[in-house]
């Protein structure tokens, strides 16, 4: 599976963006799909997960009531909502893909990741 993220931008404080996740193959609806985000200096972090079919999601606590997670399986893609953005929110955003969890929610259970997208939120 290849993952190409995209969406990011520069927005102000209290701002909204979508990024975007297109997966390659034809297996992409069996996939676990998570986002994961890193600042400078910080270690790669969770921040939401999908089930395969959609209907099961998870947040970290940071984003949890601003943040939606989503996925259409006949676009082969998942997407990432972000709203109420904050400056903390400022960091390379990646997609990732697993092949036999519910609901990963650790970068260790990932089998495929994307490049990332820059988000960058000024106050």
């Known amino acids: 599976v290849q993952l190409q993220a995209s969406g990011g931008g520069l927005v102000q404080a209290g701002g909204s963006l979508r990024l975007s996740c297109a997966a390659s193959?034809?297996?992409?609806?069996?996939?676990?799909m998570g986002w994961f985000r890193q600042a400078p200096g910080k270690e790669r972090e969770f921040v939401a997960t999908?089930?395969?079919?959609?209907?099961?999601?998870y947040y970290a606590d940071s984003v949890k009531g601003r943040f939606t997670i989503s996925r259409d399986n006949a676009k082969n893609t998942v997407y990432l909502q972000m709203n109420d953005l904050k400056p903390e929110d400022t960091a390379v955003y990646y997609c990732?893909?697993?092949?036999?969890?519910?609901?990963?929610?650790?970068?260790?259970?990932?089998?495929?990741w994307g490049q990332g997208t820059q988000v960058t939120v000024s106050s």
């Open positions: 193959g034809r297996t992409f609806s069996s996939y676990a």
């Open positions: 999908i089930s395969w079919s959609g209907g099961s999601t």
């Open positions: 990732a893909a697993d092949r036999s969890s519910r609901l990963p929610a650790l970068v260790g259970e990932y089998d495929y």
